[in-house]
């Protein structure tokens, strides 16, 4: 089992839908990224979260530490969203340079 | 402010041979990382630098990779001699601040490796 899952895999939208992808993880954590990665390998830093809940634009990230749970929303979603969300963890006592990473959530917002 | 520096963009060679990726990170970042990015997968740590000094290359397979960052700046990655599996995006990324609450990651476009 991966220590950090993703859902779904794949999501596709209409323009406008309000949208969330889902983290879960399995080890205690000190933060969580969540980071955008378009077609051609750029990945972007969305959001690093150790408490709570951030917005920024249309992106909302919120993060429960007890429950070991994060979610990515995206309000009054836009073609130009599409992309693959990806979830990474920085582990408790770990080694400071080991982020997990999810396999992503591909996401493909139609007009 | 100047991103992330990654290059070539791509590389296609056949097995056995050799390659060399470069990254030049943003100007200040103490820390780089080096990932391995396999399709369908996410980034894979390879080896973490902080300024010139290797702080974790704990899944870097150092029978065939290696990876330097002389003046605590620039970085290469090198696979000699390169398989097949190793196919995939090679990113670099910086940070100013690892590990702190206020820690953002910042990555190159990558560098897509194809082993034919």
């Known amino acids: 089992k991966n220590e950090v899952e993703q859902s779904p895999q794949n999501l596709t939208a209409q323009e406008g839908e309000f949208i969330t992808i889902n983290c879960s993880y399995s080890v205690g954590i000190s933060a969580l990224h969540w980071l955008q990665q378009h077609p051609g390998g750029g990945i972007v830093s969305l959001f690093m979260?150790?408490?709570g809940k951030k917005k920024h634009g249309r992106l909302i990230a919120t993060i429960n530490i007890q429950e070991k749970h994060s979610s990515l929303h995206i309000t009054a979603s836009h073609p130009r969203d599409s992309a693959v969300y990806i979830c990474a963890v920085r582990a408790e006592g770990g080694s400071q340079g080991n982020l997990i990473f999810g396999k992503g959530t591909k996401l493909s917002v139609k007009p | 402010e100047a991103g992330v520096a990654q290059s070539p963009r791509y590389k296609i060679i056949e097995k056995r041979q050799s390659v060399a990726f470069w990254c030049n990170p943003i100007?200040?970042?103490?820390?780089l990382y080096w990932y391995q990015q396999i399709l369908g997968q996410g980034p894979k740590l390879l080896i973490q630098f902080q300024n010139n000094g290797v702080v974790d290359d704990s899944q870097l397979p150092k029978d065939r990779f290696s990876a330097e960052r002389l003046k605590g700046v620039d970085s290469t990655l090198k696979i000699q001699p390169a398989k097949l599996e190793d196919s995939a995006v090679y990113l670099c990324a910086s940070s100013l601040v690892t590990g702190a609450t206020n820690e953002k990651l910042f990555f190159g476009s990558g560098t897509q490796l194809s082993v034919l």
């Open positions: 100007s200040g970042h103490a820390t």
């Open positions: 979260l150790s408490s």
